[in-house]
Structure formats: structure tokens, C-alpha cells
């Protein structure tokens, strides 16, 4: 079953416009870790964030913001003022503590077209 | 500190041939993972392994085999290459299970 949901595809918007990308998980665990990776069209993947299930402390880091919710199990990131370079799939993926190899298991992810 | 390196970036084959996908981390990572990730999808896993000498399955590892017989090294070869191959190979490292993993810069592989 598919651990890891994120339900929007692609999200178009013009460049300055917010943009927030939705993540809802499924685990029975108690401890688990939530992560954002960015891939740009270049292809790599660039790690943005991680959270741990006992921490619900939102997160600002410049532009970018995490809203962690273990109530809804969501994980969402919200891009503010959008940039250009800020166009690429965004991923969410899970890593469960009862996984003894640590794997993460990633959503589909989000394609963010930000035009001029 | 290179973090983690893969080669060849691109290449392609033909079906039925075989291939060695490097991956080489400078980070002393004990963990180190191997996915595949298929147009417009998420990555699935293949391979992973805790250290020198233990390797496990992952989702998908029909078709591929790995070693890791150093903390740097970890290889995957591809037998007798099919189009359901095709993808791009993604190799990761942790230091710990529970830490972030971090990934190479991908090979993209066409088998035709």
C-alpha cells in the first residue's frame, strides 16, 4: 500500500505567488522521519528538510516553510514568494523506526512550474 | 569531500547485455542504498546494505545484484539487461539507519 501520498501532480504558478505541496503519510509507527527532497531538472536530488514524529515544531528557513501535523499525518511545504529556480518535483518520503534498513519510501511527487 | 559519486552518468544498452553501476561515498556512511526511480514516479528501492559484506533486498531487485565489499564501494551490476530496466539509478548513503540519506547524481539508464 502506498505509504506516502502527494495527490497534486503539477502546480503551475507565476513567479512571487506562494506555493504549498501537500504530503499525507500512513504509518502505524511511533517513531518515524518525514524528509523533502528537491530534484531540479537537472536530475540530482537535493535534501531540503527532515522531521522526526516526536518533534511538531514548525519550521521557516528563508523562503521555504514546513507544516507538520500528526493528527492529519501531513507534512506540507509551502514555497513563499516563488522563484524561477524553485521549479522542480518536490518529494516527500517517510522512513519508518521499525524499518531496520532505514529505507525511505517516497511519495509520487509534485512537479512546481514557476513561470516568469 | 565528493559525498556521494556515481558512474557512468548515462549510458545504453542493448538487451541481454550486462552492466556495473558504480557508486563511491567519501563520507564514511555505514548505510548505503540502492533505487531506481521510473518516469514521473518516486523512487523504489533495490538493494541496500548496512555495511562491508551484508547486503539485503529491497522492493524491486529482480534483475540486479550487489556487493559491498568495502565501506566506500557499493556496485550494482545488472544481468542480461531488459527495457523494463530502463530508469534512472539512484545510489544514497547514511551514516546511521535513522539519519538522511544522501544521493548521487544518478545514472541514466536506456536499454533498447
Known amino acids: 500500500a502506498q505509504k506516502v501520498t502527494q495527490a497534486q501532480t503539477e502546480i503551475s504558478v507565476v513567479e512571487k505567488e506562494d506555493v504549498t505541496l501537500d504530503c499525507v503519510y500512513e504509518?502505524?509507527?511511533?517513531?518515524?522521519?518525514l524528509f523533502w527532497y528537491k530534484q531540479p531538472p537537472s536530475g540530482e536530488l537535493v535534501f531540503l528538510i527532515r522531521?522526526?514524529?516526536?518533534?511538531?515544531q514548525n519550521e521557516i528557513s528563508g523562503r521555504y516553510s514546513w507544516n507538520f501535523q500528526k493528527s492529519t499525518s501531513s507534512f506540507n511545504f509551502t514555497i513563499t514568494a516563488s522563484q524561477v529556480v524553485d521549479s522542480a518535483v518536490y518529494f516527500c518520503?517517510?522512513?519508518?523506526?521499525?524499518?531496520?534498513?532505514?529505507?525511505?519510501?517516497f511519495g509520487a511527487g509534485t512537479q512546481v512550474v514557476v513561470t516568469p | 569531500n565528493a559525498g556521494v559519486t556515481q558512474t557512468p552518468k548515462f549510458r545504453i544498452l542493448k538487451i541481454g547485455q550486462s552492466m556495473t553501476l558504480q557508486c563511491t561515498q567519501d563520507m564514511n556512511h555505514n548505510y548505503m542504498y540502492w533505487y531506481r526511480q521510473d518516469p514521473g514516479m518516486g523512487l523504489k528501492l533495490i538493494y541496500y546494505s548496512v555495511g562491508a559484506g551484508i547486503t539485503d533486498k529491497g522492493e524491486v531487485p529482480n534483475g540486479y545484484n550487489v556487493s559491498r565489499s568495502t565501506t566506500e564501494d557499493f556496485p550494482l551490476r545488472l544481468e542480461l539487461a531488459a527495457p523494463s530496466q530502463t530508469s534512472v539509478y539512484f545510489c544514497?548513503?547514511?551514516?546511521?539507519?535513522?539519519?538522511?540519506?544522501?544521493f548521487g547524481p544518478g545514472t541514466r539508464l536506456t536499454v533498447l
Open positions: 518520503a517517510l522512513s519508518e523506526a521499525t524499518d531496520s534498513w532505514g529505507k525511505l519510501q
Open positions: 504509518t502505524r509507527d511511533t517513531t518515524y522521519y
Open positions: 544514497a548513503s547514511s551514516y546511521f539507519v535513522t539519519d538522511t540519506q544522501y
Open positions: 522531521r522526526n514524529s516526536f518533534d511538531e
